[in-house]
């Protein structure tokens, strides 16, 4: 699948505002994050894939863990960059990143994934297990992998 087309979104849209705007937005932030604390103490190596504009990734990382805070999206990455560039956190780095393809990354480098942006994009079934196996695979074993999944298309992930 080309993603062309989602990053041109992206480039365009207000990302900042996503999790912030109102109240049924604000409450997605703060149900993962409490349904996440419960698996995911302090001190941990992090990915995030998909991040957007970094609001978990930051969230973590003020938390005590080291993040690696990706997405396909140049605009995106250069955003979370500058945040990370005027903060005090030297324990978040932000890259660019296709999350079908984590070759950046050796096998168990992280005790956990956060997959919460990419499978919205990713509607192709070899996509969606691309994305899945190679979250498994830098997964360290007993990891944490977390995927957020609500799409208007109806497939069934095998892998």
């Known amino acids: 699948m080309n993603l062309n087309a989602v990053v041109s979104y992206y480039e365009d849209y207000d990302e900042s505002s996503r999790l912030t705007t109102d109240n049924s937005r604000r409450l997605e932030f703060i149900t993962t ?22 609001i978990y990734s930051f969230y973590y990382a003020e938390k005590g863990n080291t993040v690696t805070s990706t997405d396909i ?3 995106l990455v250069q955003y979370i960059q500058e945040k990370i560039d005027r903060s005090a956190l030297e324990n978040i780095r932000a890259r660019e990143l296709d ?14 994934v956060l997959c919460l942006g990419p499978m919205y994009h990713l509607v192709e079934p070899a996509d969606q297990r691309k994305c899945i196996n190679e979250c498994l695979r830098v997964l360290k074993p007993n990891g944490v992998l977390a995927v957020a999944y609500v799409n208007r298309f109806l497939y069934c992930l095998i892998w």
Not at 43 to 51: C, F, K, V
Not at 99 to 112: I, K, N, P, Q, V
């Open 33 to 54: 994050t409490y349904a996440l604390d419960k698996y995911i103490s302090n001190g941990r190596d992090i990915l995030e894939l998909g991040a957007g504009m970094g």
């Open 73 to 75: 999206t140049p605009k």
């Open 99 to 112: 999350a079908r393809d984590l070759s950046a990354f050796a096998a168990g480098s992280f005790d956990a």
